[in-house]
C-alpha cells in the first residue's frame, strides 16, 4: 500500500513494485488511510509524512498501535530521520526524498524477506493442532483453531508473553507493555486479566498450562 500525494512518484513506485513482482494500490490523502490499511491489511505501507486529510505521523502512531504490519516512512528530508526515530513511531524503515525507485524496491524486498524468516519459524510452532496463535492483525487468539474470546486486554496482555515465550516478565513490566496509554491498569488487575485467560483456556483445553506464575517475580508463557 502506498500513501503518497504526488501522484507521479505515486506511479512511479506502483511501476517499480509491480515491475519487482509485487502488488501495489495507491491512497493519494490520509484522511482515510487508517482504516484503509486495517481493512484491507496490506504486507506492508509505504507511507509519506506530509499528506492531506491526516499527516503520515499520526497515521502511523494509529495503525502501529493495533497492526504490526510493516511501514516504510518518506521523509523530506535526511536531517529529520533523527528526529522521528526519537519520536518512536514504530516505522520500519525510512527512506529520504528523492530516491531512486529501485532502493525503495530493495528496502521492501528486504523487509519483506526478514518477515518471511520470522513467520516460517513461528509457523513450524504453530502446526501442532493444538497450539495458541495470536493474530494481531484481527486481536483473535485462538487455541486449535478455536477462538479464545479474549477481550482486548486481555489479547494485549498475552500478546506481550506470547511474543516471547519463555521468558519472565514482571507484573510492572507487563503493565508497561501491555497497556502502556492506560492509567487505570494496575499490578493486581494483571494478575486478574491472567486469571481470566487461564479460565478461557482452560475452558478449551482442561489440562492445558500455559502461563507460568514465577512466584515473586511474575509470568511466563510456555507454548
Ligand atoms: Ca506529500
Known amino acids: 500500500?502506498?500513501?503518497?500525494?504526488?501522484?507521479?512518484?505515486?506511479?512511479?513506485?506502483?511501476?517499480?513494485?509491480?515491475?519487482?513482482?509485487?502488488?501495489?494500490?495507491?491512497?493519494?490523502?490520509?484522511?482515510?488511510?487508517?482504516?484503509?490499511?486495517?481493512?484491507?491489511?496490506?504486507?506492508?505501507?509505504?507511507?509519506?509524512?506530509?499528506?492531506?486529510?491526516?499527516?503520515?505521523?499520526?497515521?502511523?502512531r494509529e495503525v502501529r498501535a493495533v497492526s504490526d504490519v510493516p511501514i516504510i516512512l518518506e521523509t523530506a528530508k535526511v536531517e529529520?530521520?533523527?528526529?522521528?526515530?526519537?519520536?518512536?513511531?514504530?516505522?520500519?524503515?525510512?527512506?529520504?526524498?528523492?530516491?531512486?525507485?529501485?532502493?525503495?524496491?530493495a528496502r521492501v524486498k528486504a523487509i519483506l524477506r526478514r518477515l518471511d524468516r520470522q513467520g516460517a519459524s513461528a509457523t513450524a510452532a504453530e502446526a501442532a493442532d493444538d497450539a495458541i496463535v495470536l493474530d494481531p492483525d484481527r486481536w483473535l487468539a485462538t487455541l486449535g483453531g478455536r477462538s479464545l474470546d479474549l477481550t482486548r486486554r486481555e489479547f494485549d496482555l498475552l500478546y506481550v508473553l506470547y511474543k516471547r515465550?519463555?521468558?519472565?516478565?514482571?507484573?510492572?513490566?507487563?503493565?508497561?507493555?501491555?497497556?502502556?496509554?492506560?492509567?487505570?491498569?494496575?499490578?493486581?488487575?494483571?494478575?486478574?486479566?491472567?486469571?481470566?485467560?487461564?479460565?478461557?483456556?482452560?475452558?478449551?483445553d482442561p489440562d492445558r498450562a500455559s502461563i507460568r506464575s514465577v512466584y515473586g517475580v511474575g509470568y511466563a508463557f510456555d507454548r
Open 1 to 60: 500500500m502506498i500513501v503518497e500525494d504526488e501522484p507521479a512518484l505515486a506511479a512511479v513506485m506502483k511501476d517499480y513494485l509491480v515491475a519487482a513482482g509485487m502488488e501495489a494500490d495507491v491512497l493519494t490523502e490520509g484522511g482515510t488511510a487508517v482504516e484503509t490499511i486495517l481493512e484491507t491489511r496490506p504486507d506492508l505501507v509505504i507511507l509519506d509524512i506530509m499528506l492531506p486529510g491526516k499527516d503520515g505521523l499520526a497515521i502511523c
Open 80 to 105: 529529520e530521520i533523527d528526529r522521528l526515530l526519537g519520536l518512536e513511531l514504530g516505522a520500519d524503515d525510512y527512506i529520504c526524498k528523492p530516491f531512486s525507485p529501485r532502493e525503495l524496491v
Open 165 to 204: 515465550p519463555g521468558r519472565v516478565f514482571s507484573r510492572a513490566q507487563l503493565l508497561e507493555l501491555a497497556f502502556p496509554d492506560d492509567t487505570d491498569v494496575f499490578d493486581r488487575t494483571i494478575d486478574s486479566h491472567i486469571k481470566n485467560i487461564r479460565h478461557k483456556i482452560r475452558a478449551l
